[in-house]
């Protein structure tokens, strides 16, 4: 069976990977074509060009890639006509995926294509569930109140549960225990982990505010060691900010994310998936976030929910403090993380309403991958195992 899979930022990467690797299980005798980055490379992915070329966000942000972008839409649905799948998998970065799939649909392709990672149209509004349930036969959600934003008559539509949930053993090993030796972090230290996104223009931003305020927090905590997971494409910007910083600060791969995560005491982070991740261990942390102001104009005047982050609007209601645009300073990050690490009640309180929002993510079906790829194989490729 011939597969095309296409992914467009890193979390995308971390999903098709996880596909990936599960359909192989299923299908030994699996060709895959598509696009993708290092982690869908492992799983034997050669990408038709690099993922970063689609790596952008915000309006500001596109402008400028707009042509790159077109081109690239282009060149991705004739390559599917020209080799011509059984199945296409377009995982979120919607804006993109429905532009190509509108182009192989007018094009006259034929085949199954499904979408994983559904659109926020919750928080945006319904104009992308029309346009997503005319060109494709599926939609996979990882969110449990997205399907019902979808519901027609003979389209597909179901909730497969969220990857972060099983994506992370959140046990102690030998590994993790030996984590501040190999990285040269004092056993007493108070370890703060930032995250400062994914993309070029995040990191940007939100670098300094974070590492600003964290200077302000030494003050009060003299012990502080901070460490920074990051991707390689960033890792000479972020090394030039640190050495501006008079307390430790460590730079670390992905790879050794969850083992960072299990010796953390507290975290700060750009919105994303990264706080299903966060909420997986046992630390408190807030979400700080900066765009362009144009970006954030538009998004307010659209915006359907009141948070931005998924735990809060899991809950309806703030359990993750949220510093959005003109609040996100390393002064008001400095007050915000010092007040829930100092209070120990607002704490707990914390870890009691994150565990009730992570309740609401699980499948009794399975974990994400395997209830995605089953249900893809038994209701989309029935004859694909034959």
Same mark, same amino acid.
Request: charged share 20%.
């Given at each position: ?198 993309? =070029?223009?995040?990191? *940007? ?9 964290? #200077? &302000? +927090?030494?003050?009060?905590?003299? !012990? ?119 209070? =120990?009640?607002?704490? *707990? ?9 992570? #309740? &609401? +993510?699980?499948?009794?079906?399975? !974990? ?19």
């Amino acid at each position: 069976m011939k597969l095309f899979i296409s992914c467009a930022e890193p979390s995308g990467d971390i999903i098709a990977s996880e596909v990936l690797a599960t359909f192989q299980k299923h299908l030994p005798s699996l060709s895959i074509n598509g696009i993708g980055g290092e982690n869908s490379k492992r799983q034997g992915l050669t990408s038709l060009f690099p993922v970063s070329d689609l790596t952008v966000h915000g309006l500001t942000e596109v402008i400028p890639k707009a042509l790159q972008i077109l081109k690239r839409i282009r060149q991705t649905a004739d390559h599917i006509i020209a080799t011509q799948p059984d199945l296409v998998i377009t995982i979120d970065a919607f804006d993109f995926h429905i532009r190509v799939i509108k182009r192989l649909r007018k094009k006259g392709f034929k085949g199954k294509v499904v979408h994983l990672v559904a659109p926020a149209v919750w928080a945006w509004g319904g104009g992308r569930a029309a346009k997503l349930m005319r060109y494709y036969d599926a939609l996979y959600c990882l969110l449990p109140f997205e399907p019902a934003y979808f519901q027609k008559t003979g389209f597909k539509v179901m909730f497969v549960g969220n990857p972060v949930l099983s994506r992370f053993s959140t046990d102690n090993n030998t590994s993790s225990l030996d984590f501040c030796a190999r990285h040269n972090i004092a056993n007493n230290a108070f370890i703060i982990t930032v995250l400062p996104g994914s993309r =070029d223009s995040e990191v *940007k931003r939100l670098s300094d505010e974070f590492l600003q305020s964290i #200077a &302000l +927090l030494h003050k009060q905590l003299p !012990n502080v060691h901070v460490v920074i997971p990051t991707f390689p494409q960033f890792s000479a910007m972020i090394g030039e900010k640190i050495n501006q910083y008079h307390f430790p600060i460590t730079m670390i791969t992905q790879d050794e994310k969850v083992d960072c995560f299990l010796n953390t005491h507290f975290a700060i982070a750009a919105s994303g998936t990264v706080a299903l991740e966060l909420s997986l261990f046992d630390f408190p942390f807030i979400i700080a976030y900066k765009a362009s102001k144009l970006t954030i104009w538009i998004a307010r005047k659209m915006a359907k929910v009141k948070h931005i982050c998924l735990i809060n609007i899991l809950m309806n209601k703030s359990i993750v403090p949220e510093l959005i645009q003109e609040e996100c300073t390393a002064k008001n990050i400095y007050d915000c993380s010092l007040e829930l690490i100092k209070d =120990d009640t607002k704490t *707990k309180q914390f870890h009691q309403d994150k565990k009730a929002a992570l #309740a &609401l +993510l699980k499948t009794p079906h399975g !974990n994400m991958p395997d209830c995605f790829v089953e249900n893809v194989i038994k209701e989309i490729l029935p004859d694909s195992s034959k």
